[in-house]
């Protein structure tokens, strides 16, 4: 069986690691072990090739360490997907998940750097094996997002079965399904169902 494909469809990696659950949240986890975290964080452009390596190792030295990092990621994710669902909803988030956030930002931003490359200088992470090290970009983009998701909608996935999330990117902010290859199509094919069955 080969490496789990992550699907990155909500415009932004905060989002993204909240649609590690499946559509329903409730029949799958797509980040059961912290090998599965490493993968999403590599697909997603979160740690390259090299640092993913550098992390598994680590886990390898460490399996307590990072089965507390995956439990911490797992709770972090519910706290986003809450969060980020009230303001779906048009809704205040609740203190509880703003304070979870709060601590993980307390983790995440000394580890904040301003990089030089060439001429450029850049806000990156520290170069580091810390096993959480995944997380410290999905903390700071969603404290961003959090912050200023009045100017770009977050909405929740249009099918009946599929709870994922997304920045509504559409030009009259009238997407509705997180793909439309799936929650889309499958909308679609149910209402051409429906109308047959009614004719």
Request: charged share 30%.
């Amino acid at each position: 069986m080969g490496e789990r494909l992550f699907e990155f469809v909500g415009g932004r990696p905060c989002l993204d690691f909240s649609n590690t659950m499946g559509g329903d949240r409730r029949t799958r986890d797509d980040l059961p072990t912290y090998a599965e975290l490493v993968s999403w964080a590599r697909q997603g452009g979160l740690v390259t090739p090299a640092q993913a390596r550098a992390l598994l190792l680590h886990a390898r030295r460490e399996p307590a360490e990072a089965a507390r990092t995956l439990e911490a990621a797992v709770q972090l994710r519910e706290a986003l997907f809450r969060a980020f669902t009230a303001l779906a909803e048009e809704k205040r988030p609740a203190q509880a998940d703003l304070e979870a956030l709060n601590r993980a930002l307390a983790v995440a931003l000394p580890h904040r750097r301003l990089m030089q490359s060439g001429r450029e200088i850049a806000l990156g992470w520290e170069a580091s094996d810390d096993l959480d090290r995944m997380l410290w970009p999905v903390v700071q983009d969603a404290a961003d997002l959090l912050a200023h998701g009045e100017q770009r909608p977050i909405k929740m996935c249009g099918a009946e079965d599929c709870s994922w999330l997304f920045v509504d990117e559409s030009r009259n902010h009238s997407r509705r399904w997180c793909t439309m290859k799936d929650c889309g199509n499958v909308a679609k094919a149910r209402r051409h169902y429906q109308r047959v069955r009614q004719a």
